[in-house]
């Protein structure tokens, strides 16, 4: 059996000061994208700041060995997976 190799990304990740969990806020084909994007919201202002945050740029590989080797960016607020509802 050959194992498919999926492609790298790289992500945009923010913890803040007052949390444990590290979210993952964005997903980009390259680091140079990815770092654009950590670099621009550095640069927020106004009441949707990351003043209190940690940012960082991982990449696929490194977020699955981090979070666990079945782990895959998704949209934060998207569902995993469709459930279905029972018909009554």
């Known amino acids: 059996m050959v ?9 945009v990740c923010v913890r803040r000061h007052y949390e444990d969990v590290w979210r993952v806020v964005s ?7 990815a770092q654009s994007d950590l670099d621009e919201r550095r640069s927020y ?12 740029v991982i ?3 490194e977020a ?6 079945k782990w895959e960016y ?3 607020g998207e569902k995993a997976t ?7």
């Open 27 to 33: 997903k980009h084909k390259t680091l140079d994208e």
């Open 59 to 61: 990449s696929r590989s």
């Open 74 to 76: 998704s949209p934060i």
């Open 82 to 88: 469709k459930t279905e509802v029972p018909s009554t």
């Open 64 to 69: 699955k060995k981090e979070f666990g080797s």
């Open 45 to 56: 202002t106004g009441a949707f700041n990351y003043n209190n945050a940690d940012l960082r």
């Open 3 to 11: 194992k498919r190799s999926s492609p790298e990304y790289y992500c």
